[in-house]
């Protein structure tokens, strides 16, 4: 079974980057067909959908947090990174890193979610 891992600084500055791994295994990023995907929570929020890092290594953003988004991977250590950058108190949530095992936004396999909390 697959397993997801976030991993980061649960506590930010206004204007700092903010930068994310997910650590996967009993899965390849590379496996056919898969995307790897940054959702985040605010509080009292449903659920929003940041990017995705495919299995060929596009990538592709929210329209509204593209100018700020940025999603890599590190294929020899099999993870994914997020990179949030100029951060804002709105950008207090907690982050999921998930898999779409087939690119039909279904959603298989979460991490466990990260706190994130940005504050002056």
């Known amino acids: 079974q697959v397993q997801l891992q976030e991993s980061g600084p649960g506590l930010m500055k206004p204007s700092q980057t903010l930068s994310l791994t997910c650590t996967v295994s009993?899965?390849?990023?590379?496996?056919?067909?898969?995307?790897w995907s940054w959702i985040r929570q605010p509080p009292g929020k449903g659920l929003e959908w940041m990017g995705f890092?495919?299995?060929?290594?596009?990538?592709y953003y929210n329209p509204s947090l593209k100018s700020r988004t940025s999603i890599s991977r590190d294929t020899p250590k099999n993870q994914f990174t997020l990179r949030l950058t100029s951060v804002t108190p709105e950008d207090t949530a907690v982050y999921y890193c998930a898999r779409d095992r087939l690119g039909n936004w279904a959603y298989d396999s979460w991490g466990q979610g990260t706190q994130v909390t940005v504050s002056s």
């Open positions: 890092i495919s299995y060929s290594g596009s990538s």
């Open positions: 009993g899965g390849s990023i590379t496996a056919h067909s898969s995307y």
